[in-house]
């Protein structure tokens, strides 16, 4: 939990645009880390009842909205919704404003277009395990945001989880692939090893039991110190024993697992590049509930 969070943000006045699964998410990681709800303004369409009760201003007009002078505007919405809905805030925006952005696919440039070249401008990526603390997040800034920004955008997504910080905006779209993608994949290793089990004759209940602990269980070895992959892999097989009968065929000569995933990577990183741009006709997946909402 970043306890930095509150020192960074004494004082200033927060603006949440989006307050779906991904930004009630946030929303709570920074209340839990010491923010104060009266220093949030949330633009919600369709709030969560539990959303006013947290004293955080709900659905303000422009004009309370313009007398508060956000200086950090978060948004956590949709990325088709951004022709939409960046306009109408871009009296909020400053040159000093930092704009932190949820929204998979709308580069920074499109963004300053539609905010009217006003603000410094943060992308990032999360993926879903933030909605429970242990998300994944990489950072891009835009040229000439300062240390301090990047420093509070940093600590904003640290209290879902990890962050990265990216040398290339293009990289997001790899991140894309990779973590941001990559909670769907594990589910499906999941989901294909509990029907595996169903397979070999198991009940389906236990199939789904045995699958998702195995599944929880080696995650949570992961996060041991020093963990490396390949070595954990390496103490469970015994030489001529069951996993290893079973990694020869994950692991075939002709590239096995480690092949697929890398196929599978690039078909992601290539989708995310041919989405990487304004008002698309279908969601952009990635982050979480289709693009941050």
Same mark, same amino acid.
């Given at each position: 939990? !970043? ?9 200033? =006045? ?6 779906? =699964? ?7 990681? @920074? ?15 369709? !709030? ?15 004009? /309370? ?13 949709? !990325?088709?919704?951004?022709?939409? /809905? ?63 920004? =990047? ?13 990265? @910080? ?19 994949? /594990? ?27 195995? /599944? ?60 990487? =741009? ?16």
């Amino acid at each position: 939990m !970043p306890s930095n969070l509150p020192g960074l943000l004494e004082g200033q =006045k927060i603006l949440l645009v989006g307050c779906g =699964k991904m930004g009630s998410a946030l929303l709570q990681g @920074w209340l839990n880390a010491g923010l104060d709800a009266a220093q949030f303004y949330v633009q919600e369409p369709n !709030p969560d009842a539990a959303l006013a009760d947290l004293g955080i201003h709900l659905n303000s007009e422009t004009r /309370v909205l313009e007398a508060a002078k956000p200086s950090v505007i978060i948004l956590a919405i949709k !990325p088709q919704l951004a022709v939409e /809905v960046l306009p109408p805030i871009a009296l909020l925006a400053a040159p000093e404003t930092l704009v932190v952005s949820l929204m998979a696919g709308v580069s920074i440039d499109a963004m300053s277009d539609l905010l009217g070249g006003e603000a410094i401008f943060v992308r990032t990526m999360p993926n879903t395990p933030a909605a429970i603390g242990e998300g994944m997040t990489a950072l891009y800034a835009s040229v000439g945001t300062q240390d301090s920004q =990047k420093a509070v955008a940093e600590a904003l997504l640290a209290a879902v989880g990890q962050t990265v @910080w990216l040398e290339s905006e293009k990289s997001l779209d790899l991140v894309t692939a990779i973590s941001g993608s990559g909670p769907a994949y /594990v589910f499906h290793l999941a989901e294909a090893l509990a029907a595996a089990a169903v397979n070999l004759g198991l009940p389906q209940d236990m199939a789904a039991q045995l699958s998702q602990q195995t /599944v929880i269980g080696s995650a949570a070895m992961l996060r041991q110190e020093g963990a490396d992959p390949r070595q954990l892999r390496v103490n469970v097989t015994s030489p001529g024993g069951t996993t290893e009968a079973a990694l020869d065929i994950l692991m075939g000569d002709t590239g096995g697992l480690v092949d697929l995933m890398r196929r599978a990577a690039h078909a992601a990183a290539g989708r995310a590049g041919e989405l990487s =741009k304004i008002g698309q006709e279908e969601p952009i997946d990635g982050n979480g509930e289709d693009g941050a909402d």
